[in-house]
């Protein structure tokens, strides 16, 4: 294997074959561990129990990092990938291990972080929440690439570990109506006089919808692609997208700057995205931009498990932190409570309100922005007092928020929504050891299959005074 030349001395290595080695566990990114004269070494498609030789491809004085050379005795667990560009495209980690398999790691990443970060034990494991295995992903972000050496356009998932744009021309996670697109996508950028400024390409799928004379093509379901464009498109370059977007049924929106520059393409007539919440009798319009969960299966399931942990009633008041588009507000206010929402960003704000307002839940539902990253006791109690809190922050977790909690603003529980285990984890160590809450129960969220992200779900009570 070549050196790259921009790696320092200290991390070159020389390419050899290592002698085979037993995996002891999988990482939080799903790569193998072992340890080898002292240093852990993390090998990437190896899996616990195997016997392996590997490569490193990059060292430092603890640790180091590999590449799998060859599985000499396999786990059981070990299953062919369903996706042939797996181990080359980086959008998949865990295509390799039994889909079962993925849950019991992901939850045993979970109950490490929460032992030795959150210094807790849960009173109650929940079972995991899982679904469709292929086909789940309703929302991407994936690059482009004109490469001008092959006078081809390349669109996907980065590659495995490099900003480079893996060359594919399916995906197994991605719906199979945005699978088939990837091919004739490329084709019709390679056309566009802009073809070397578009950097990349995000894609939202909205649920069929209920509007009359609506074109049946994929399902009946809405498909909205984001071109983020360097440059401004030429006539030619307009008719050309008019024509895709004709010929594939979807809408295309563009992007020149700042994501307040996002705007309708073709057709300016398209019905709006959206997905609902059956149980709840709930629908949500949205804009292909705005943050939504990319597994809709997934979502209704973690918002009835979320409603039953926090059992809102009729006259409570509530408070749902990071609340977003409302995912989880609008269910709460079904129940006849007085629900708050509090979210950092405005235009998701303003979403909210209009769903609450399609939905007829105006009555029971107040919006605010809110700096939440920024929150004191002081400004904590100047909200008033809650009887519950729903809290479902972004990755970095909602430490300012939880440490502000004392005893004039502390509500009867609390359950955190998280998508990222190690800052529920230091998030648990302050509610449980700092503000007197129990962790009463928590489970795994299964919303990225094959992959090592972890979302799950947790419950905070206080015992009454």
């Known amino acids: 294997?070549?050196?790259?030349?921009?790696?320092?001395?200290?991390?070159?290595?020389?390419?050899?074959?290592?002698?085979?080695?037993?995996?002891?566990?999988?990482?939080?990114?799903?790569?193998?561990?072992?340890?080898?004269?002292?240093?852990?070494?993390?090998?990437?498609?190896?899996?616990?129990?195997?016997?392996?030789?590997?490569?490193?491809?990059?060292?430092?004085?603890?640790?180091?990092?590999?590449?799998?050379?060859?599985?000499?005795?396999?786990?059981?667990?070990?299953?062919?990938?369903?996706?042939?560009?797996?181990?080359?495209?980086?959008?998949?980690?865990?295509?390799?291990?039994?889909?079962?398999?993925?849950?019991?790691?992901?939850?045993?990443?979970?109950?490490?972080?929460?032992?030795?970060?959150?210094?807790?034990?849960?009173?109650?494991?929940?079972?995991?929440?899982?679904?469709?295995?292929?086909?789940?992903?309703?929302?991407?972000?994936?690059?482009?690439?004109?490469?001008?050496?092959?006078?081809?356009?390349?669109?996907?998932?980065?590659?495995?570990?490099?900003?480079?744009?893996?060359?594919?021309?399916?995906?197994?996670?991605?719906?199979?109506?945005?699978?088939?697109?990837?091919?004739?996508?490329?084709?019709?950028?390679?056309?566009?006089?802009?073809?070397?400024?578009?950097?990349?390409?995000?894609?939202?799928?909205?649920?069929?919808?209920?509007?009359?004379?609506?074109?049946?093509?994929?399902?009946?379901?809405?498909?909205?692609?984001?071109?983020?464009?360097?440059?401004?498109?030429?006539?030619?370059?307009?008719?050309?997208?008019?024509?895709?977007?004709?010929?594939?049924?979807?809408?295309?929106?563009t992007q020149t700057k700042g994501p307040d520059t996002v705007k309708p393409f073709y057709p300016l007539n398209a019905p709006s995205l959206q997905y609902s919440l059956d149980e709840f009798e709930l629908k949500y319009p949205f804009k292909p931009n705005e943050f939504t969960q990319v597994n809709p299966e997934i979502n209704q399931m973690m918002v009835s498990r979320a409603m039953e942990l926090l059992a809102p009633k009729t006259g409570e008041r509530i408070a749902d932190f990071f609340c977003g588009i409302g995912n989880f507000t609008l269910p709460i206010a079904r129940s006849g409570a007085q629900v708050f929402g509090y979210e950092g960003l405005d235009n998701l704000v303003a979403r909210a309100i209009e769903s609450a307002a399609l939905n007829g839940l105006e009555a029971n539902t107040t919006y605010d922005v809110s700096d939440l990253f920024q929150m004191t006791p002081e400004s904590l109690t100047g909200l008033g007092r809650f009887d519950k809190w729903l809290i479902d922050p972004p990755r970095d977790g909602a430490f300012d928020l939880v440490k502000a909690i004392d005893e004039r603003n502390a509500p009867g529980s609390i359950v955190y929504v998280s998508c990222n285990p190690a800052t529920l984890a230091r998030d648990i160590d302050v509610l449980v050891n700092q503000k007197g809450y129990k962790l009463s129960a928590v489970g795994v969220i299964n919303m990225f299959p094959h992959t090592a992200h972890v979302e799950s779900i947790a419950l905070f009570t206080k015992d009454a005074d």
């Open 1 to 253: 294997m070549a050196l790259r030349r921009n790696r320092s001395q200290s991390e070159r290595v020389p390419a050899e074959i290592s002698a085979p080695v037993i995996i002891e566990s999988l990482d939080q990114e799903g790569r193998g561990v072992t340890h080898v004269d002292g240093k852990t070494i993390f090998v990437d498609g190896a899996l616990p129990k195997e016997k392996v030789t590997y490569q490193i491809t990059r060292s430092k004085a603890d640790y180091a990092f590999a590449n799998i050379v060859e599985v000499i005795e396999p786990s059981d667990l070990r299953v062919t990938p369903q996706c042939k560009h797996f181990g080359y495209c980086g959008g998949c980690k865990l295509q390799h291990l039994d889909p079962t398999a993925q849950i019991e790691a992901k939850q045993h990443s979970l109950d490490g972080d929460i032992k030795h970060i959150g210094k807790a034990v849960p009173e109650k494991m929940l079972p995991p929440l899982m679904g469709p295995t292929w086909g789940y992903r309703h929302k991407a972000r994936l690059s482009v690439k004109y490469v001008i050496k092959k006078e081809r356009v390349l669109v996907g998932f980065n590659e495995k570990g490099t900003r480079y744009v893996a060359d594919m021309d399916s995906c197994e996670v991605l719906t199979l109506e945005v699978s088939a697109l990837i091919v004739p996508l490329q084709e019709m950028i390679a056309q566009l006089s802009i073809r070397d400024k578009i950097p990349q390409l995000e894609l939202a799928v909205g649920e069929p919808s209920a509007e009359p004379n609506v074109d049946a093509a994929h399902n009946g379901k809405n498909i909205v692609l984001i071109f983020r464009i360097m440059e401004a498109l030429t006539e030619t370059d307009e008719v050309m997208l008019e024509a895709f977007a004709d010929q594939h049924h979807v809408n295309i929106w």
